[in-house]
């Protein structure tokens, strides 16, 4: 069939039909009725189906066209945007630059380039960050530091993603106020303004009369400011917190370190709270390591807990400086609205209680304002005044307690300890009165006197009998310890081998390197050095790495639980084994029975103290003491050997 036929059957098909269900019915063949039949059925289905992708076709063209005359439309308004954009980047005032999280130029504007100094082919998009740090070193509009220090205080303040705004003075004399804006994949917006002169003492005395210049926090006034705003909110029903942060022995690391160091420290402990606060926040920094945070809008007192508990953690974690490792903490104290003051001052003054109260439990660790606070502050004060009074007349005195030898069954010498009984509050322990002298520097001139009593004191012992002298890590500070010494030794005549110093870990914590130099020099004089309170802290190992101590004492706390507990005995069995191999003594504190007694002497300690064999006791005792004991009479508990 041809086509012209095709397309005529197509046209007419039931005629076609009819007429070839004639002939075929004239030729008495097959039903051509039923085969017409089924042809025109296939035709009509075909028809549909045509009919049927043509109207989706054109729905589809209709749709395209639509979508056609979309993107036209959406192309024009980008470009209109764009030029838009353009235009206003070109006209702002400031210069202004973008970049991504690559740290790779997005967009800048003329502006920016001008203001630096750099030409069209420094700021292409995609130089990255750094090429531009080092285009403006070339062209003397870098600031004033060097550019690794620049490099690495960026780097710090990019990692903190948080918006903020500073002044940097460049090395060409011009002033530039820069605002920070984080984006969520690591780049950030910056505006650049170049404050003309005229403007830029204003502008700076205004941001000196709010700001803090080290760190660039808020300063008080702006934290006052902060505070009545935000107690203006707290009236509508919106509870706020204020935290009073102190940094635990900051003035170590500024003393030891130097005070460069320690303004670097400042600025990492503050670029590390500002990654936990939110845009809300206000952080300030009120006096040298003391800072102020009012913590807005939140669900108090839950989120303050959540807060101090990160900063707490944060910032025991060592910070790098140059290289040089420093160790510090913190310290928090809370009052929450409304409860805890309906002024700027209330609130202020009850963290400040607050954060006396966390110091005094040990640092480190955060407490809420209570009513008592009041009272326990007043408490203290009192026994302030009495201890410096107690100072200035030298109203303490020593006793001794024995340290014996296990292996010779005999005295190897005394521990002095410090005595102070007060007329009106009778025997103050040294756990009240000692960390409180420590923390008012009082412990300095306290210890002294007590390393020159005890010196003259054990120079009238029997040779061979040796003086132990607890020294606190305050007295390290300054550098007078090791003038103190000798001077001890010297006035009594104590060789300087019978004296042994006992020092705690948190001396090798909080001093670092000029610590272990004063051991190592005290030393050589032939002074013994003993780590006390062994296992208490949390780098017991470590600090026996660091320096190699005569002695370790044990700490009692191990051997009250020695007969209950056997994760105490397999402690000191681990102890003294360590101490055998780095050929360190090891002196078991606090033994009160004999139990005790037979049990360290099997897990082979070297020396034992404790009430089992006699208390601490005035020097007047001692000759009798040492008669019972030394050698060891029949009366002695020593174990059967
Ligand atoms: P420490 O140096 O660990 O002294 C041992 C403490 O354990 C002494 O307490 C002693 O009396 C007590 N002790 C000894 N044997 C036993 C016992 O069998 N059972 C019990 N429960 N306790 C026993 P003390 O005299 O109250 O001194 C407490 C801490 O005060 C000392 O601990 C030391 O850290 C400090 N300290 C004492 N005198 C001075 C001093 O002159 N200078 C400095 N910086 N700290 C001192
Ligand atoms: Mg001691
Ligand atoms: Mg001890």
């Given at each position: 069939?041809?086509?012209n036929n095709a397309s005529h059957v197509l046209a007419a098909p039931s005629l076609f039909a009819r007429q070839l269900a004639r002939a075929t019915r004239a030729q008495g063949g097959i039903d051509l009725d039923a085969l017409a039949g089924q042809v025109t059925s296939a035709y009509d289905e075909l028809e549909r189906s045509r009919r049927g992708t043509d109207?989706?076709?054109?729905?589809?063209?209709?749709?395209?066209?639509?979508?056609?005359?979309?993107l036209e439309r959406g192309v024009a308004e980008l470009e209109a945007q764009n030029i838009r954009?353009?235009?206003?980047?070109?006209?702002?005032?400031?210069?202004?630059?973008?970049?991504?999280?690559?740290?790779?130029?997005?967009?800048?504007?003329?502006?920016?380039?001008d203001i630096y100094g750099l030409k069209p082919e420094h700021v292409r998009p995609g130089t990255t960050f750094r090429e531009i740090v080092a285009h403006r070193y070339a062209a003397d509009s870098s600031p004033a530091m060097n550019q690794a220090e620049y490099l690495n205080w960026w780097e710090r303040k990019r990692v903190s993603a948080v918006a903020d705004e500073t002044l940097v003075e460049l090395r060409n004399g011009r002033v530039i106020s820069i605002r920070d804006q984080p984006m969520p994949d690591?780049?950030?917006?910056?505006?650049?303004?170049?404050?003309?002169?005229?403007?830029?003492?204003?502008?700076?005395?205004?941001?000196?009369?709010?700001?803090?210049?080290?760190?660039?926090?808020?300063?008080?006034?702006?934290?006052?400011?902060?505070?009545d705003e935000a107690l203006t909110r707290a009236r509508r029903g919106a509870a706020f917190a204020v935290l009073c942060v102190d940094l635990d022995h900051f003035k170590v690391v500024n003393d030891t370190l130097g005070h460069t160091m320690g303004d670097a420290l400042l600025r990492a402990a503050t670029v590390r709270m500002r990654q936990h606060l939110r845009d809300t926040d206000t952080l300030?920094?009120?006096?040298?390591?003391?800072?102020?945070?009012?913590?807005?809008?939140?669900?108090?007192?839950?989120?303050?807990?959540?807060l101090a508990e990160r900063l707490v953690r944060i910032l025991a974690v060592p910070f790098d400086l140059d290289g040089q490792q420093a160790v510090i903490g913190a310290s928090i104290g809370i009052a929450v609205t409304p409860g805890d003051g309906t002024d700027p001052d209330a609130l202020l003054r009850n963290a400040d209680r607050a954060l006396t109260r966390a110091k005094a439990d040990g640092r480190g660790c955060f407490r809420f304002f209570e009513s008592g606070m009041d009272t326990v502050m007043q408490?203290?004060?009192?026994?302030?005044?009495?201890?410096?009074?107690?100072?200035?007349?030298?109203?303490?005195?020593?006793?001794?307690?024995?340290?014996?030898?296990?292996?010779a069954r005999r005295v190897g010498g005394f521990e002095a300890l410090l005595r102070w009984n007060h007329p009106v509050r009778g025997n103050v322990p040294p756990a009240e009165f000692i960390p409180l002298a420590e923390e008012i520097g009082l412990i300095t001139p306290i210890g002294a006197w007590v390393l020159h009593q005890a010196c003259a004191q054990a120079a009238t012992w029997p040779e061979g009998i040796c003086v132990a002298v607890n020294i606190s890590a305050v007295q390290f500070?300054?550098?007078?310890?090791?003038?103190?010494?000798?001077?001890?030794?010297?006035?009594?005549?104590?060789?300087?081998?019978?004296?042994?110093?006992?020092?705690?870990?948190?001396?090798?914590?909080?001093?670092?390197e000029a610590t272990l130099a004063m051991l190592r020099e005290l030393r050589s004089t032939g002074v013994r050095i003993a780590m006390d309170d062994f296992g208490t802290g949390y780098s017991s190992l470590s600090s026996l790495r660091n320096f190699p101590f005569d002695k370790v004492k044990i700490d009692q706390s191990f051997v009250r639980e020695l007969t209950d507990r056997p994760d105490c005995i397999a402690i000191v069995r681990a102890?003294?084994?360590?101490?055998?191999?780095?050929?360190?003594?090891?002196?078991?504190?606090?033994?009160?029975?004999?139990?005790?007694?037979?049990?360290?002497?099997?897990?082979?300690?070297?020396?034992?103290?404790?009430?089992?064999?006699?208390?601490?006791?005035?020097?007047?005792?001692?000759?009798?003491?040492?008669?019972?004991?030394?050698?060891?009479?029949?009366?002695?508990?020593?174990?059967?050997?």
């Open positions: 069939m041809s086509e109207d989706r076709n054109a729905l589809i063209s209709r749709e395209f066209a639509t979508l056609n005359a979309n954009f353009g235009l206003a980047l070109e006209n702002m005032a400031q210069g202004l630059c973008v970049f991504d999280g690559a740290q790779r130029l997005i967009v800048c504007n003329k502006q920016f380039a690591g780049g950030w917006v910056a505006t650049h303004d170049d404050i003309p002169e005229r403007r830029t003492v204003e502008k700076r005395l205004a941001y000196m009369a709010h700001h803090d210049d080290l760190t660039g926090l808020a300063n008080r006034v702006l934290l006052r400011q902060r505070l300030a920094r009120l006096g040298s390591d003391e800072f102020a945070i009012v913590q807005c809008d939140m669900d108090q007192p839950v989120d303050a807990t959540a408490a203290r004060r009192s026994l302030e005044l009495d201890l410096r009074d107690a100072a200035a007349r030298n109203a303490f005195h020593l006793h001794y307690q024995p340290l014996m030898s296990l292996r500070r300054g550098g007078a310890l090791v003038e103190t010494v000798a001077s001890a030794l010297r006035q009594s005549g104590l060789p300087a081998c019978r004296l042994e110093l006992e020092i705690t870990e948190s001396v090798m914590i909080e001093n670092g102890v003294t084994g360590i101490c055998a191999s780095l050929g360190m003594t090891t002196t078991a504190e606090g033994v009160e029975t004999r139990e005790q007694l037979a049990m360290l002497a099997a897990e082979r300690c070297t020396d034992v103290q404790g009430y089992l064999f006699s208390r601490p006791c005035a020097a007047a005792d001692l000759p009798d003491l040492l008669r019972t004991l030394h050698p060891a009479g029949p009366a002695s508990p020593w174990p059967a050997p």
